[in-house]
């Protein structure tokens, strides 16, 4: 079997549109008819006039996909696809934390579940944060969650005391500050650019700290023509396409790899699983009405304010 040409062939069958992140293996990005972060996914997802979202990313990126076209059929190769921030932050949980504090808004990282969203009062994802949070009065009381280490950036670099949710993305955390120190030693002339997902002791070594697309666009500014990167690394497909002049490395995990570093639920879906999605139209991503209304409007306030 032909994956790809089976894969296109059933993309038209079913006007489909197929969307990655940019977490996803090569050959996936390759094929997509979009590839971003979860932003610019996001506001893909909500303009397609596509009948069928192929989502090619992890379930709370589909489940978001689902929130803005409920009327579509929206199916992620893998179910299982999951997220590290998703899991630390049951609703319930979060809704004790929230009645715990009820003088304070719900600032809410997009990597977690559709109930924390309908919880929530604004959904930020990286790219937006900052933009975001500038516009909110710093008066303003805030529970960001659920990721620590993103919300601990904020705070630090807007002067904001938010209460933090204590999730972290167990890609981001794996980074070792010893190895990159000695990738740095080998490349001194190297910026690093590093995700605000990381832990403080990758961010302080960064020259550049930004969400995906934010990198991405630091790459192609960036001095010099090397530059260490210090997130998921399937990125650095993107910047090889875009500048294949360059170098890209991986920033390493305690093993001295950048191979550790990669997504295991990102990575579950792949083009077998991809092909079976569109010619089966399952896993298809379901949702209780009521829950989607409440989600959507915390996700609509991130895309009015983040525009
Ligand atoms: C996202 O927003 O998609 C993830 O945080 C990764 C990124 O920064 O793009």
Redo the contacts with the bound molecule.
Sequence with gaps: LDLRAEIDRLRKERNAVILA???QRPEIQDLADFVG???E?SRKAAATDADVIAFCGVKFMADTAKILSPDKIVVLPDLDAGCSLEDSCPPDKFKAFREAHPDHIALTY??CSTEVKALSDVIV???SAETILAQIPESQKIIFGPDRHLGGYLNRKFGRDMLLWPGVCIVHEAFSETELLKLKAQHPDAPIAA?P?CPPHIVDHADYV?????ILQYAKTMPGDTLIVA?EPHIIHQMELAMPEKTFIGAPGADGNCNCNICPYMALNTMEKLYLALRDLQPRIEMDEDLRLAAKKSLDRMLDMAS
């Design positions: 992140h940019y977490y972060d979860s932003l996914l997009i990597n994802t990286s790219s995700h997902e930004g969400s995906t697309s934010g997130t």
